[in-house]
């Protein structure tokens, strides 16, 4: 698809940094309401033709997300630890970003997780606060996500769900044997199971085809085009307007300021590693919950000796990420779960916190199964069962087809001495700091994931699993993490946030900054529907703010 | 010593990460080709035999297919010259590891190839913890149950296996139980 195709050297209405989630969906809404735009995307850009089912590229060698050799990441649990070069944070590394391998649940956020200080109190530790905006504020741009996208779900079934506008635009997805019995063991517990809500076509919708359960949706792209990715939805139409440049294999190093403390443009490499300088009026920041937070660490000035929009200092901080603990059981009968997307089920009951656990916490349970031939054979079976020889060699072949799994999707709490910043040793092939994570579990959020998969468990037992295995919480378990947020929190004072109720930086006018960084909470994980619904409102502002001449 | 496995290394054509699966997809494309049997790339035909006896104890040949007719060995040598090139040392170092163990074991023999089955597998039991044998049963896996496209998984030998019909599309019902629910309806 040919977009606009502008000179470096031309001050574009807006730069976006990233063109995954959220960059997607802002370079799409500013294009088509007449600003020129360009967005600079660190990776590849890749087309369905691209997308294959080969194991080998995509789980062994993560091949859609960021690549250690090329840009490490050191991590270390507390501050007083030497952080080591370790995978710990993975993101999608493409045009589409995330949204092109994600799994493709789409969870809305209760109206309950924007006011969850408000609603249960300070949480020692912890920097647990309220978001400056409500679930009314987002509703309609959550409901605007939906249908732009095309996410297949049942409005109602989940009798936990906040208020909602409109019904999903699709009907659900098909259920997998993995749904019949969660659903089944889940009623005779009392409980509410509901169709998954994602990201994905159940039928055709705008000129796409429908999904045909080939099974490869988490770690994969979809060669079909029916996992609603930004890459086949939103960029495409951007480009469509003809004022949308994307430029893939773009690594941005700064953000450039001009004398009045404002955005300029900026300093990226080409794919030939040349030093580009993009100018813009104004820029949105879009590049994930780490990277944001990096590159406006590296856009160190004198004007900004701490990094840009960080006179808060909390610039990276309050990092928080996908906690859930893992549950699987065997059953007699042939499952198949290979076929098809992952989860089909889910269910919200243990979603809101409750104080009488003695914990704060709750979360969100699915069934399904995450797993290919090669990947299952290596993590899937129960650490019980032999590693090799003819014993494993019969349990894969028993286990494979027989086996389905429930995650929990769990709380991962605010604190401040979860950060995300520059290695002060390792660099990434371009000569720049590494990203440098130091995280922790708070207690909380481990009593959490305890407590949720016994619940999993007890769904397992009541659907008549015949062995029941789970997978240990440790840290190193929850290794890479996906699901990046927290590192720019939105808040009302300039003093405890990094950016305004609409995105903008409290330190620099004509900076936005949309994507996982701006969450204040974790609510239960599944951030790409409220990632969205936020770039959507964000967008909404940007496009007032810059006809008002705020921007410029 | 009998065993001088420095070779091989140096015989590994570098290639970059970049150009890694390409390559690695080539060379098994190569060796469909040809009628003969396919030649290492970055392997001696000695250690070849040790790494595919090492690997046929992992998924042996019992009553199907295992490592060993699924071509597990040219997989992991077509990933030491291709986008596994980084692992090359770590084959090297546990490979001389192992040989030293078959030794300390087996003072009487002469390579892992020709120990009968049972001294294999007590063998591997004796450096099942290591991380060379981390490394090499997650390639063994990967050359079992990976894309036939990088030399391992011959025919589809591994996905028959375990039951994976790796088919582009699939219809509901997918299982039994989803079957028992729609005919329930």
Redesign the interface.
């Known amino acids: 698809m040919p977009g606009a195709t502008f000179q470096p050297s031309e001050a574009v209405d807006f730069l976006v940094i990233g063109a995954g989630a959220a960059g997607g969906v802002v370079a799409k809404e500013l294009s088509a309401a007449g600003f020129r735009v360009v967005v600079l995307e660190q990776g590849p850009y890749l087309h369905e033709k691209d997308y294959t089912h080969d194991e080998v590229k995509y789980t062994y060698q993560a091949g859609l997300t960021n690549d250690p050799k090329t840009q490490p990441i050191t991590y270390r649990k507390n501050e007083s630890e030497t952080a080591q070069p370790r995978k710990a944070i993975e993101y999608g590394r493409q045009v589409g970003g995330g949204s092109v391998h994600f799994t493709a649940n789409y969870w809305r956020f209760h109206e309950s997780d924007f006011r969850e200080r408000s609603l249960y109190g300070a949480v020692p530790g912890t920097g647990l606060a309220d978001w400056p905006i409500q679930y009314a504020d987002l509703e309609p741009y959550y409901t605007k996500a939906e249908y732009e996208l095309g996410i297949s779900g049942l409005a109602g079934a989940n009798p936990f769900e906040a208020p909602r506008s409109k019904p999903y635009p699709l009907p659900p997805m098909p259920v997998k044997s993995s749904g019949v019995l969660f659903e089944r063991a889940a009623r005779k517990l009392g409980l509410h199971p509901y169709p998954a809500p994602v990201a994905i076509l159940s039928q055709p919708y705008r000129g796409r085809a429908a999904c045909v359960h080939c099974g490869f949706c988490e770690s994969f792209g979809c060669e079909m085009g029916a996992k609603s990715s930004t890459l086949v939805t939103v960029i495409r139409a951007a480009e469509k307007t003809g004022r949308c440049e994307i430029r893939p294999d773009s690594y941005v190093r700064k953000i450039e300021t001009d004398a009045r403390g404002r955005v300029a443009g900026a300093v990226y490499f080409d794919s030939r590693r040349r030093e580009i300088l993009q100018r813009a009026k104004a820029m949105v920041l879009c590049a994930n919950g780490v990277e944001t937070a990096r590159l406006l660490l590296l856009s160190q000035s004198k004007a900004f000796p701490h990094g840009l929009a960080n006179s808060s200092g909390l610039v990276g901080r309050y990092l928080m990420w996908d906690n859930g603990a893992f549950a699987s059981g065997l059953f007699d009968h042939p499952l198949n779960e290979y076929k098809s997307i992952q989860a089909t089920r889910v269910l919200h009951d243990y979603y809101e916190a409750d104080p009488k656990r003695g914990f704060y916490g709750g979360g969100g349970i699915d069934a399904r199964f995450d797993y290919y031939p090669a990947s299952f054979a290596l993590s899937g079976l129960p650490d019980s069962a032999p590693k090799w020889g003819a014993e494993y060699k019969q349990a894969l072949r028993t286990y494979f087809t027989h086996t389905m799994g429930l995650l929990s999707h769990s709380s991962s709490l605010p604190q401040e001495r979860n950060y995300i910043s520059l290695d002060p040793v390792v660099r990434d092939a371009w000569g720049l700091p590494a990203v440098r994570v130091t995280f922790d579990f708070h207690p909380d959020d481990l009593a959490t994931m305890r407590w949720l998969l016994a619940k999993q468990v007890e769904i397992l037992e009541t659907a008549g699993a015949k062995k029941i295995w789970t997978m240990g919480f440790s840290i190193e378990d929850n290794m890479p993490s996906r699901h990046l947020m927290g590192t720019c929190r939105m808040g009302n004072h300039p003093q405890r946030s990094v950016v305004d109720r609409f995105h903008r930086a409290h330190d620099v006018p004509n900076l936005l900054i949309v994507d996982g960084s701006s969450f204040v909470t974790s609510a239960r994980q599944q951030p790409t529907a409220t990632i969205q619904a936020l770039a959507y409102r964000a967008a909404d502002f940007a496009i007032q703010a810059a006809k008002r001449g705020e921007l410029g | 010593m009998p065993f001088t496995r420095r070779k091989w290394l140096s015989q590994c054509v570098a290639a970059t990460?970049a150009s890694g699966?390409a390559a690695?997809q080539r060379y098994a494309q190569d060796a469909v080709r040809s009628a003969a049997p396919p030649a290492f790339q970055s392997f001696d035909a000695a250690t070849g035999a040790e790494i595919a006896a090492l690997t046929s104890?992992?998924?042996?040949s019992?009553d199907?297919p295992?490592a060993r007719e699924a071509g597990v060995v040219y997989f992991i040598d077509r990933a030491l010259g291709t986008?596994d090139a980084?692992r090359r040392q770590a084959y090297q170092r546990g490979l001389a590891a192992v040989q030293k163990k078959r030794r300390e074991l087996f003072p009487q023999s002469s390579s892992i190839a020709t120990l009968p089955p049972a001294g294999q597998?007590e063998l591997?039991r004796a450096i099942?913890h290591t991380g060379f044998f981390a490394l090499l049963?997650?390639h063994t896996?990967?050359g079992?149950?990976?894309?036939p496209?990088?030399g391992g998984n011959r025919g589809g030998v591994?996905?028959k296996?375990?039951?994976?019909?790796?088919?582009?599309?699939?219809?509901?019902?997918?299982?039994?139980?989803?079957a028992?629910?729609k005919g329930g309806e």
């Not at chain 2, 104890?57 to 042996?60: F, G, S, V």
């Not at chain 2, 079992?144 to 894309?147: A, E, N, Q, S, V």
């Open positions: 990460a699966i690695a104890q992992i998924i042996p019992d199907g295992g986008f980084d597998m591997i099942e049963r997650k896996v990967y079992f149950l990976g894309d496209s990088y591994g996905w296996w375990v039951g994976f019909e790796n088919r582009m599309s699939y219809q509901p019902p997918f299982g039994y139980y989803d028992q629910a």
